[in-house]
């Protein structure tokens, strides 16, 4: 969420910014990922952690850049690559729902099948 202004940067200097609902889209959907962020800070404030989680703190400068340029690898190809045919060949509708489902489909051998509801849920949130 932090790198979102200089991603969206260029997107707004190309007038895309008022096509995607411009700044209030930016806050409404980093208020939604703030939210998505919650059920999983709960568990690990009552103690419950994942099972790799013994992870060091210093380490998230190594894996922190490496999550974000994945993450927007992933963005690219199911938001710009991916959607934007299934728009065209059969609607908005489910352009977002099967582009959803292949999101959530790439991070099941990750987080598994237990996972694939809130993966589900985040790919439709993003895809709108």
Known sequence: MLAAPVV???AARR?????WGGPAALVAGSAIGVALLVP????????MHAAGDAV???A??????????VAGAEEVALRAGLQPLLRRA???????VATAAVFGVMHLPLFGPAALPLD?????VLGC
Request: proline share 10%.
């Open 60 to 69: 998230l400068l190594m894996w922190g850049p490496a999550v974000c340029l």
């Open 90 to 96: 059969a609607g908005p509708a489910v352009a977002i």
């Open 120 to 124: 589900l849920g985040v790919g439709i």
């Open 8 to 10: 969206l940067a260029p």
């Open 15 to 19: 007038g895309l910014a008022r096509r």
């Open 56 to 58: 060091p703190a210093g």
């Open 40 to 47: 999983g800070l709960l568990l690990r404030v009552s103690g």
